[in-house]
């Protein structure tokens, strides 16, 4: 069985902000002004790369777009983490940018568990993998999210996500989520390589590369045609088949998939970087803007190909890369 992880790597010589499980001794090491906060026991750190003010203004701009396309498919790392992964992220961001009369108290709880969350990409540690628990309540959540929705949040969609536009809307959804952000119990791990109850690892794991009907014995002897972007699911009929991601071809020649929403934003900014790209690099990006349209494993191949050859200034990977 293969658990596949998106990962997205963006090198463009630019200030980021990294985090990381660091013991209080060790941080206290930093310079001044390198700690920027923590929460609990994860500490951020801002990097700087001041060679980003060398580059040409064209290289710059290169930069740029890169880093929008990245920017563009990073909530798929909270869809692979959780089925409730994005509406999840949904909900804790329109509260606290929407928080005029929240109760400050709660506001904080809320801020410093959003703050992990976008962390780890989702509530489970990315390095143990375990689920970790808000300090505030449901109830203190139910209160927040309905002053947040008289200010105005959940009135438009969210990526695929449609509005919340009545109180009824919303605390269906606040129902939907509780479990998944309240109940330590309730999918536990990210990967559950000792599952309990009597459930299998694909059972007992909150990551989405499979069904939720699918079990290990399902698997046995499937060949996956798609092993780095697609997820194996149980159609009607019982029988295994892949969901690739990709955003389709705009003569529809080649169907969207799983994903479309955010690969065809990410194509977009792939094509501005494209143009201001040299040659050579024009046409590694290229390569990834067909990959992300097909979801053909050759055409991730020709990315990878081209773009070992390539020794631009600014360098990037992005793309469906590790597997576990």
Not at 149 to 163: E, I, M
Not at 178 to 200: H, R, V, Y
């Amino acid at each position: 069985m293969k658990l596949r992880l998106h990962a997205v790597l963006v090198f463009t010589l630019c200030s980021v902000l990294a985090v990381g499980q660091a013991p209080k001794k060790q941080v206290a090491k930093s310079s001044p002004g390198e700690l920027v906060d923590r929460v609990r026991t994860t500490g951020f750190i801002q990097l700087h790369a001041d060679s980003f003010r060398s580059l040409t203004p064209k290289q710059q701009e290169l930069a740029y777009w890169l880093s929008q396309a990245a920017i563009a498919i990073d909530p798929i790392i909270y869809e692979q983490q959780s089925r409730f992964g994005v509406r999840q992220k949904r909900l804790l961001e329109e509260v606290i940018s929407h928080s005029q009369g929240v109760n400050p108290v709660v506001l904080k709880k809320m801020t410093d568990f959003a703050k992990l969350f976008w962390a780890n990409r989702g509530n489970h540690n990315e390095m143990t993998a375990q689920k970790f628990l808000p300090e505030f309540t449901f109830e203190e959540l139910q209160t927040a999210a309905a002053q947040a929705q008289k200010n105005g949040a959940f009135n438009s969609g969210y990526a695929d996500l449609p509005a919340l536009a009545s109180a009824e809307a919303l605390n269906k959804e606040l129902g939907e989520l509780k479990d998944s952000l309240f109940d330590a119990n309730f999918e536990p791990m990210i990967t559950a390589k000792s599952p309990q109850g009597g459930k299998d690892i694909i059972q007992a794991s909150s990551n989405t590369f499979y069904g939720q009907n699918v079990t290990l014995a399902d698997l046995k002897g499937f060949e996956e045609k798609y092993p780095l972007n697609s997820n194996v699911v149980k159609g009607d009929d019982g029988k295994l088949e892949e969901k690739v991601w990709r955003a389709g071809t705009a003569d529809g020649s080649v169907p969207a998939g799983v994903y479309a929403t955010y690969l065809k934003k990410a194509n977009e900014y792939l094509a501005n970087a494209q143009k201001v790209a040299d040659p050579q690099q024009a046409q590694v990006i290229g390569d990834l803007i067909k990959f992300y349209q097909t979801g053909d494993f050759q055409d991730w191949l020709k990315f990878g190909e081209d773009w070992v050859k390539n020794n631009a200034t600014v360098d990037f990977a992005n793309g469906f890369i590790e597997v576990y």
